[in-house]
């Protein structure tokens, strides 16, 4: 059980181009969700912490305008990278929290390359 | 401030001991948290700890937290070469939105040599 995916798993787009990420909790309903960045030999880099129904709470320095979260519903949250730019190449990774659980679940992240 | 701090590389062969450490800086934590990376995967929940506790153990799996020193080990007996992965020690934190957030040490690669 706790299984959460993401799609898609590799992609690669142009500069200025918006890419979505989705990410899906397919066994549990997940009341809250958590998009990460990793980069290459580094630590998970929290971007932001999503409620199904309400706004994101973003982390310092990370702009919401140009990372766009949507929670619509417990089982499915996607990130929108807008205008994207080379310098958000990197591995996003998402994650899963059930109801009344502390573990949270991840995804197999989605290596976006930006040309 | 928020910070958790691993050494990045650990090296050991096959059937002996592995003992990865972490050291943490937030006292108010309440769970410490242990993943496994396998290569080109996602992230694998391994275990966690409250932190009342001192020692947790799950299999070939040993936990020990020394909350006076904000020190957390996680200990891996009888390592096989499928142990082979990054390690990543995280606590927990309630951010600004009241949330639960994990804050991450930047993991360990643990290389096991047949």
């Known amino acids: 059980g706790a299984v959460v995916s993401q799609h898609p798993s590799r992609v690669i787009c142009k500069s200025g181009t918006s890419v979505k990420i989705e990410c899906r909790s397919l066994?549990?309903?997940?009341?809250?969700m958590f998009w990460y960045r990793q980069f290459p030999k580094k630590s998970l880099m929290l971007m932001a912490t999503s409620n199904e129904g309400s706004k994101a709470t973003y982390e310092q320095g990370v702009e919401k305008d140009k990372f766009l979260i949507n929670h619509a519903s417990l089982t499915l949250s996607t990130l929108t990278v807008t205008s994207a730019h080379p310098e958000d190449s990197s591995f996003y990774i998402c994650?899963?929290?059930?109801?009344?659980?502390?573990?949270?679940?991840f995804g197999p992240g989605t290596r976006l390359t930006v040309t | 401030g928020e910070d958790v701090e691993q050494s990045l590389f650990l090296s050991v062969r096959e059937g002996d001991s592995s003992v990865i450490n972490c050291t943490y800086t937030d006292s108010s934590s309440t769970y410490l948290y242990w993943y496994k990376q396998e290569p080109g995967a996602g992230l694998q929940l391994l275990t966690y700890?409250?932190?009342n506790m001192d020692m947790k153990q799950d299999q070939r799996l040993t936990v020990l937290l020394n909350k006076k020193d904000k020190h957390l080990s996680l200990r891996i007996a009888d390592t096989q070469t499928g142990d082979s992965a990054i390690y990543f020690c995280a606590e927990s934190m309630t951010n600004a939105g009241n949330n639960r957030k994990l804050i991450w040490g930047l993991g360990t690669s643990l290389a096991v040599n047949p």
């Open positions: 700890i409250f932190s």
């Open positions: 066994d549990f309903q997940a009341t809250t």
């Open positions: 994650s899963a929290r059930g109801v009344g659980t502390r573990e949270q679940y």
